[in-house]
C-alpha cells in the first residue's frame, strides 16, 4: 500500500549542531518527494524537494538525499537555529499527485 | 507573491450542522487538493480537482462533498457534522498536475460542539 514511515518522531539538538530525520517509503514507482515544515497552529510550508531523477538537493542549510534503491530519503539541516524548532513531514507521491505524508517529526533546537 | 487563501480561519458548528469551506488557489495554478490534519497528526488527503473535475479522492466521508469552480476556486462541503471532524482543513494548490509542488493555504480550524 502507499505508506511512508518517518524518524524519529522527536529531535532534540543544540543550537549549530546538525539534525537529520529520515523516511521511507514502500512504493519503488514514487518520483517525487517534498519536506515540509509547520509550526504550531499554521500550515504546512515547503521547504524543499527533491524527484526521483536526482540523488541529493541543497538549498543553503538544508538538503535533502534520495536513496532509490533503498526507498528512502532524508533531511539534513546544518548549523540549526532556535527558529528551525517545529515539525517536520515528509511526503511522496504514489503514482498520483496526491502526498502521503509521514507521521512527522517535532524538532527542538535549544540556545 | 500571492498565496492560497481559505475562509473562514475558525469555524465552530454544532452536531448535525453543516459547514462550507472556501478555497482559493494561487493564480494561474489549477490543481486543488483538501487535507484534514487533526491535532498531533498528519495531513490525510481528502479530495483534489484539476481544471475544475474532480481527480483524486481519499479518505472524504460520503457527508463531505466538494467542487471547483470556472474561477478555480474551490469549496468543500460539510453535512451532519459529529465531533470527530473538529480538525485543520488545508487546501493546497499546484501549478499543473504533473509538477507536484504543492501550496498550503493557512488553513480553516472547524470546532464541532
Known sequence: G?????????????????????????????????????????????????????????DQRIAVTLNKTAKHFSLHITETQPEDSAVYFCAATFHTDKLIFGTGTRLQVFP | AAGVIQSPRHLIKEKRETATLKCYPIPRHD????????????????????????????????????????????????????????????????PSRDNYEQYFGPGTRLTVT
Open chain 1, 2 to 58: 502507499e505508506n511512508v514511515e518517518q524518524h524519529p518522531s522527536t529531535l532534540s539538538v543544540q543550537e549549530g549542531d546538525s539534525a537529520v530525520i529520515k523516511c521511507t517509503y514502500s512504493d519503488s514507482a514514487s518520483n517525487y518527494f517534498p519536506w515540509y515544515k509547520q509550526e504550531l497552529g499554521k500550515r504546512p510550508q515547503l521547504i524543499i524537494d527533491i524527484r526521483s531523477n536526482v540523488g541529493e538537493k541543497k
Open chain 2, 31 to 94: 490543481t486543488v487538493y483538501w487535507y484534514q490534519q487533526g491535532p498531533g497528526q498528519d495531513p490525510q488527503f481528502l479530495i483534489s480537482f484539476y481544471e475544475k473535475m474532480q481527480s483524486d479522492k481519499g479518505s472524504i466521508p460520503d457527508r463531505f462533498s466538494a467542487q471547483q469552480f470556472s474561477d478555480y476556486h474551490s469549496e468543500l462541503n460539510m453535512s451532519s457534522l459529529e465531533l470527530g471532524d473538529s480538525a485543520l482543513y488545508f487546501c493546497a494548490s499546484s
